[in-house]
């Protein structure tokens, strides 16, 4: 039932973006990937046990949820977003945290994917130098999830075509989150990503979007 209502929640999402249920899928898998080869790293061993990866596996379709609240001429505006457009367009993050925790407070009790998906869904934009949103968190206060989820979601966005923008080959991919080692991303994830980079492509490759 856990399984179902994630995904019913995350495909409403899913409806109203550019981006498609293939698009949830791959995510999710590169998250697990991720988590999988950082399980044994000494930063994170700890934290990444079984029951944790599969926790994250589970959460991460909702990372963005909250889209669902993002008007229509914003969400699915063709060309670049004006910086108002913008800033309501960064909203969909404290829009997703607060749509779980609302759901997790009527519930009147915690649940743990409902923690890990209310870190995803308002931290995936964080940047690890801080110039991320909605908080401007820098380092190791962006929780382990959205460390993870924002480099899954990034590759997943330049592998992917767009109606503003062309797909990138998977090396171009691969360049770009390299580049952004220490600045948007961890450097421990990004480094994770790159022994892993092959079955980020397989995963890509195993869930194209349909034409």
Do not use: C
């Not at 206060?141 to 924002?150: D, G, N, V």
């Not at 979601?153 to 592998?159: E, F, H, K, M």
């Not at 961890?186 to 397989?202: C, I, M, N, Q, Y």
Request: charged letters at 25%; a negative charge.
């Amino acid at each position: 039932i856990q399984d179902v209502t994630i995904m019913a929640m995350a495909s409403l999402a899913e409806t109203r973006d550019n981006e498609t249920g293939a698009h949830i899928r791959r995510t999710q898998l590169y998250v697990r990937r991720l988590a999988e080869q950082l399980k044994t790293h000494p930063r994170f061993a700890g934290y990444l046990s079984e029951r944790t990866i599969e926790l994250l596996y589970k959460s991460a379709p909702l990372h963005d949820i909250g889209k669902v609240g993002i008007p229509d001429n914003i969400l699915l505006k063709p060309g670049r977003l004006t910086p108002e457009e913008f800033e309501v367009m960064k909203s969909h993050t404290t829009l997703g945290h607060t749509a779980i925790a609302e759901a997790e407070q009527r519930l009147g009790m915690k649940v743990d994917f409902l923690s890990l998906a209310k870190e995803i869904a308002l931290s995936h934009q964080e940047k690890w130098d801080g110039s991320g949103y909605p908080q401007a968190l820098a380092g190791e206060a962006i929780p382990l999830s959205a460390r993870l989820m924002a480099l899954a979601d990034v590759y997943d966005a330049l592998i992917s075509k767009r109606v503003y923008k062309p797909a990138l080959p998977h090396a171009e991919a691969v360049r770009i989150l390299q580049e952004g080692r220490g600045k948007h991303f961890d450097p421990d994830v990004v480094d994770a990503f790159l022994v892993v980079a092959e079955d980020f492509r397989t995963i890509a490759e195993t869930h194209r979007d349909e034409d």
